[in-house]
């Protein structure tokens, strides 16, 4: 059975810092690029950041360059997601994907940025 579990969420201050993780289970976690998705209420679902399945390359959303870094660790089947210097625009639900042959996602976790 296919699961990615999100975690770390929650409310945060604008210029505070969340770490989401992702844990996967139930398919090859190492043959999969990792990605980060989050959609705003009333917006489309976005890109955030992606990892490769070695992790030796990443890609980001203009909006979160130099605030935000996705990493991996293949030998616990996790993905994470460090956010500094959150701004309101953030606020989110945050979504794990996973994507090699078949595309898999977690159920999301919110994100909310407010003073």
């Known amino acids: 059975q296919v699961q990615l579990v999100e975690s770390g969420g929650g409310l945060v201050q604008p210029g505070g810092s969340l770490r989401l993780s992702c844990a996967a289970s139930?398919?090859?976690?190492?043959?999969?690029?990792m990605t980060w998705y989050r959609q705003a209420p009333g917006k489309e679902r976005e890109l955030v950041a992606t990892?490769?399945?070695?992790?030796?390359?990443?890609h980001y959303a203009d909006s979160v360059k130099g605030r935000f870094t996705i990493s991996r660790d293949n030998a616990k089947n996790m993905v994470f997601l460090q956010m500094h210097s959150l701004k309101p625009e953030d606020t989110a639900v945050y979504y794990c994907?996973?994507?090699?042959?078949?595309?898999?996602w977690g159920q999301g976790i919110q994100v909310t940025v407010s003073s």
């Open positions: 994907n996973a994507l090699f042959d078949v595309s898999y």
């Open positions: 139930g398919f090859t976690f190492r043959w999969y690029a």
């Open positions: 990892i490769t399945s070695t992790g030796s390359s990443t």
